[in-house]
Nanobody, 126 residues
Framework: QVQLVESGGGLVQSGSSLRLSCEAS????????IAWFRQAPGKQREGISC????????YYVDSVQDRFTISRDNAKNSVYLRLSGLTSEDTAVYYC???????????????????WGQGTQVTVSS
């Protein structure tokens, strides 16, 4: 059974950095694309980053490009998302997800993904 567990969230000040982790069980992460989504209060869940399986090509939406960095550690079966230059606009619950395919979905559709973690809260105070 595939399970994803996020960690690393917290309460930070504007301008700070965090590293979120997504650890998988029941799935060899290195072969598959892993995406990060976030959901702010009162807003829809939005895709923000993805790393493709096998070749580890990173993808970002414009709002996080140049501030967030996605990476993978196959030895730990984990994918990370480093958040920097945080603002109050980044306050959200952050989720990792996979649909057990190699390619990232360029539509960033929530419906694409079958497996989700429980989320980790990131709160940025101004």
């Amino acid at each position: 059974q595939v399970q994803l567990v996020e960690s690393g969230g917290g309460l930070v000040q504007s301008g700070s950095s965090l590293r979120l982790s997504c650890e998988a069980s029941g799935l060899p992460m290195d072969y598959y694309a892993i995406a990060w989504f976030r959901q702010a209060p009162g807003k829809q869940r939005e895709g923000i980053s993805c790393i493709s399986g096998g070749d580890d090509i990173p993808y970002y939406v414009d709002s996080v490009q140049d501030r967030f960095t996605i990476s993978r550690d196959n030895a730990k079966n984990s994918v990370y998302l480093r958040l920097s230059g945080l603002t109050s606009e980044d306050t959200a619950v952050y989720y990792c997800a996979t649909d057990i395919v190699m390619a990232c979905d360029d539509t960033w559709s929530v419906q694409t993904y079958d497996f989700w973690g429980q989320g980790t809260q990131v709160t940025v105070s101004s």
